[in-house]
C-alpha cells in the first residue's frame, strides 16, 4: 500500500507535473500531518481529501 505522499507523487508522474504540486496539493487538502500515513488506512473523510489533492494536480 501507498502513503498518501507516494500517492500523490505516482499521479504527478503519470500527469507530469512538478514534484513541488505535490507538497502544494496535500497543504491545499489539510494532509500534511497525514502525508506519511497509508492511504487504506485513513478515515473515510481522509480518503476523500486525498482523492481531492489528486484532482489539483
Do not use: K, M, P, W
Not at 491545499?28 to 476523500?48: N, P
Amino acid at each position: 500500500d501507498l502513503t498518501v505522499a507516494e500517492n500523490l507523487r505516482f499521479f504527478a508522474r503519470v500527469l507530469g507535473c512538478a514534484e513541488g504540486e505535490v507538497a502544494t496539493a496535500i497543504d491545499a487538502v489539510d494532509l500534511g500531518s497525514h502525508a506519511g500515513a497509508v492511504v487504506g488506512r485513513l478515515s473515510g473523510g481522509q480518503r476523500s481529501r486525498a482523492s481531492l489533492a489528486v484532482a489539483l494536480l
